[in-house]
């Protein structure tokens, strides 16, 4: 089944605790992204990779970072988590070029106390 | 950054009504729009995508899209309780990679 699997579905954490949200997909897609969700403001992108190795800032880029070793993996780490930083968190993937839809996560309930 | 403007909602409208659902965008030369479901707590999912001018039908769904004025709309024919949820309209950016979401119409339909 062609899936993007994020993990985990639920996180509570503390203020400072480094922590990593994984992301994969088995559709062999290039392009992958993080979107964060908030009430009022609509899903806003992180970070994006538009192949192993190539990683670009989406519009909120601050307080994360991210990797692609690998073309189906794309893990967001927040290296000191902030309260601010509390939200839900999506991974999507798709084909590159801009007819191709794009395939989301579960999502990642992220709370930072 | 490329603008793509929806009504909040809430839009409500009674079992088997047509639900019409409206979003704009500010880039004249964005190519494929894309409409998406999210229900609460859940991922977006794709349920239309267009890319010519005109009207494109999918079941009980039916997108327009009018480049000339920069619109593009979702129609829900005989509307269901399932049908509450939220659309996201999306519009590639102008690198074509990256997918820009307008906040979303929550849509209640009542019984």
């Known amino acids: 089944e062609a899936q993007v699997t994020q993990n985990p579905r639920y996180l509570i954490t503390v203020t400072g605790k480094k922590l990593t949200v994984t992301c994969s997909q088995n559709?062999?897609?290039?392009?992958m992204s993080w979107y964060r969700q908030d009430p009022g403001l609509g899903l806003r992108q992180i970070y994006y990779?538009?192949?192993?190795?190539?990683?670009d800032k989406g519009d909120v880029p601050e307080g994360y970072k991210v990797s692609r070793k690998e073309k189906r993996n794309f893990p967001l780490i927040l290296e000191s988590p902030s309260p601010n930083q509390t939200s839900l968190y999506f991974c999507?993937?798709?084909?590159?070029?801009?007819?191709?839809?794009?395939?989301f996560g579960q999502g990642t309930r992220l709370t930072v106390v | 950054q490329k603008e793509v403007e929806q009504n909040s909602g809430p839009l409500s409208v009674p079992e088997g009504a047509i639900a019409s659902l409206n979003c704009t965008y500010s880039?004249?030369?964005?190519?494929?729009f894309f409409w998406y479901r999210q229900y609460s707590g859940k991922s977006p999912e794709l349920i239309m995508s267009?890319?010519?001018?005109g009207d494109k039908e999918d079941g009980r769904f039916t997108a327009q899209l009018n480049k000339a004025s920069q619109y593009v709309s979702l129609l829900i024919r005989d509307s269901q309780p399932s049908d509450s949820a939220t659309y996201l309209c999306?519009?590639?950016?102008?690198?074509?990679?990256?997918?820009?979401f307008g906040k979303g119409t929550s849509l209640l339909v009542t019984p």
């Open positions: 880039d004249r030369g964005s190519q494929s």
């Open positions: 999306a519009v590639p950016s102008g690198s074509g990679y990256a997918l820009n």
């Open positions: 990779s538009m192949n192993v190795e190539v990683t």
């Open positions: 559709m062999n897609h290039e392009y």
């Open positions: 267009i890319y010519s001018n």
């Open positions: 999507a993937s798709s084909l590159m070029g801009n007819e191709n839809q794009a395939f």
